[in-house]
């Protein structure tokens, strides 16, 4: 069993940054996938980033390629996301996963385990 709790999230103008955190409890965290997604009202789940147990594969949505890096530190039990350059467009509700398969990270059905999730506001 795996617990997520996700931290970071508020409110930013365009053009600003934020780091979201993904603290995981249990001893397995580092042979774990880990992604990220998000969900505007009104929309379905969306994969943002997606990171491999060895951190030797990381994968992004166009939508924020070059602008978002995924990481993690296997030693804190910790997976982040740098968001920069923020738009309207990128407000939602992000939530972390761990999968135990770090293939076809794109999918939120390979993940098994999921956070609450944490608000991020972008006004414009």
């Avoid at 949505?61 to 467009?89: C, H, W």
């Amino acid at each position: 069993q795996v617990q997520l709790v996700e931290s970071g999230g508020g409110l930013v103008q365009t053009g600003g940054s934020l780091r979201l955190s993904c603290a995981a409890s249990g001893r397995t965290f580092s042979t774990y996938g880990m992604g990220w997604f998000r969900q505007a009202p009104g929309k379905g789940r969306e994969f943002v980033a997606g990171i491999s147990w060895n951190i030797i594969s990381t994968d992004y949505a166009d939508s924020v390629k070059g602008r978002f890096t995924i990481s993690r530190d296997n030693a804190k039990n910790t997976v982040y996301l740098q968001m920069n350059s923020l738009k309207p467009e990128d407000t939602a509700v992000y939530h972390c996963a761990a999968a135990r398969s770090s293939q076809r990270m794109t999918i939120a059905a390979t993940y098994d385990y999921w956070g609450q999730g944490t608000q991020v506001t972008v006004s414009s």
